[in-house]
């Protein structure tokens, strides 16, 4: 009997790290957000994101070459609407921004995967996720919403719809209206574990979606509860989800190994926006390495068990990948 294990055998040298490791991180498991806006000659920095733009469509392509160079091959694309109203009435508009914007990269670069975001916050005029009345988020009326918003983003050309807005029966709901519509091959990505996160705060900055009056909590999951997660993920499955969300990612690490035990779709993380910008922060301060805790997070993220990750940091990641 050896008196203790020697650990230190395996990590000897870059050779045998590298023989021995466990999980990878690839070009082809990131999906970058961005953000696409009304008018001419925009390309404005989210002040509370560094790297993130605001982009008019006229300056999309520029973008749209900049990712293909990187060998990104998947966007999820939100819109900043500049009219609101109560209903979300520019969400489902045939002319909307991010309709005209989906046509356009499809156009375009029709080999990117293009993920349609749906949800109303952006487009209401309360900023809420669905229909209010007296105050109160209203549920079946919302889902009318949400599923002709997914039917305009299909028929622009969206690859596959993801809704965010934490509606009960939002999958169920969403993928009837896309079948009716003749989109019965498009996939839903559900963002069946959404928690009511304090690091949505930049995002909602970049989207003008900050809620008018109260907060997401009646929707939105209790960060306290990862049973309930289970839950989430288990009814969206059966109303025919092809892809769990966990979101956000850092914080959620435990919430992300237990969707992956449990369920067999794919897992796709989203590393948040506040989560984004507290490393660019102190990356920018000079009080870590971003590449270095970028990379280190995004292999945790995989570790914990998520096949694909939407993140800010896309870009960045593909030039380091590339430099090796
Ligand atoms: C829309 C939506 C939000 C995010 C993605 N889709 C904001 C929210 O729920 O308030 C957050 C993304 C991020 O923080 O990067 N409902």
Not at 27 to 50: R, T
Not at 91 to 118: C, L, M, N, W
Not at 134 to 162: C, F, H
Not at 227 to 250: I, Q
Request: net charge negative; charged share 25%.
């Amino acid at each position: 009997m050896q008196p203790f294990m020697r650990h230190r055998r395996l990590r000897a040298n870059e050779v045998i790290r590298n023989l021995v490791r466990e999980h990878h991180l690839h070009v082809e498991d990131l999906i970058y957000p961005m953000f696409v806006v009304e008018g001419e000659n925009i390309k404005n920095e989210v002040p509370s994101m560094p790297g993130v733009f605001h982009l008019s469509l006229d300056r999309l392509e520029e973008e749209l070459e900049e990712l293909k160079a990187l060998g990104i091959s998947s966007l999820m694309v939100f819109g900043v609407p500049a009219e609101k109203d109560e209903v979300g009435s520019q969400a489902d508009h045939d002319h909307g921004i991010v309709q005209r914007a989906i046509r356009q990269i499809k156009e375009t670069h029709p080999s990117f995967y293009v993920i349609a975001d749906t949800c109303l916050c952006q487009y209401t005029s309360h900023g809420h996720c669905g229909i209010v009345e007296n105050g109160e988020v209203l549920n079946d009326p919302s889902l009318r919403r949400l599923a002709a918003t997914a039917v305009s983003q299909a028929e622009a050309g969206a690859d596959m719809i993801a809704p965010s807005n934490m509606m009960d029966g939002f999958v169920y709901a969403i993928r009837k209206g896309l079948d009716e519509a003749g989109y019965a091959h498009i996939p839903i990505l559900s963002y069946a574990v959404k928690y009511a996160s304090n690091f949505y705060g930049p995002f909602r900055d970049a989207a003008h979606s900050t809620p008018e009056f109260g907060d997401r909590r009646s929707y939105q999951m209790d960060p306290a509860n990862a049973r309930e997660a289970m839950r989430e993920a288990a009814s969206d499955v059966a109303e025919g989800a092809d892809m769990l969300m966990v979101k956000p990612a850092m914080s959620y690490m435990d919430v992300i190994y237990r969707v992956k035990e449990r369920f067999d779709l794919p897992v796709v993380v989203y590393n948040v926006s506040g989560e984004y910008s507290m490393i660019k922060a102190a990356a920018l301060n000079g009080w870590i390495d971003e590449e270095k805790v970028v990379m280190e997070t995004m292999l945790s993220f995989k570790r914990a068990g998520a096949d694909l990750i939407i993140t800010y940091h896309a870009k960045d990641i593909a030039r380091w990948l590339r430099k090796g």
